[in-house]
């Protein structure tokens, strides 16, 4: 089994910034793609930004420019920096971990979730 512990989440004025962390512990022979979702009240789940093993990444479009996805491989951690935050920034966000064991099987994981508070 694998857990996600998140940390990094609260409450900033606009035009601040957050540091989000997301470890992964348990039975892992390696880590494929990472990433970070956010779901805002009445919305619907959404990705933010995602990275894969070999270090490419992608993001929502709302937060290009502003929010940086990177991984530290040798501490099983993925990160989102957040600059520049909008109070539409506001939300819950999650990681998703793909997690492949020791026996050679990949399974999705997910993070608590760490609320971003962003106030105008």
């Known amino acids: 089994q694998v857990q996600l512990v998140e940390s990094g989440g609260g409450l900033v004025q606009a035009g601040g910034s957050l540091r989000l962390a997301c470890a992964a512990f348990?039975?892992?022979?390696?880590?494929?793609?990472m990433a970070w979702y956010r779901e805002a009240p009445g919305k619907q789940r959404e990705l933010v930004a995602a990275?894969?093993?070999?270090?490419?990444?992608n993001y929502e479009a709302s937060v290009k420019g502003r929010f940086t996805i990177s991984r530290d491989n040798a501490k099983n951690t993925v990160y989102l920096q957040m600059n520049s935050l909008k109070p539409e920034d506001t939300a819950v966000y999650s990681c998703?971990?793909?997690?492949?064991?020791?026996?050679?099987?990949?399974?999705?994981?997910w993070g608590q979730g760490t609320q971003v508070t962003v106030s105008s």
């Open positions: 998703s971990v793909y997690v492949r064991d020791t026996y050679g099987r990949l399974n999705r994981y």
């Open positions: 348990g039975s892992i022979f390696s880590i494929v793609d």
């Open positions: 990275i894969t093993s070999a270090g490419s990444t």
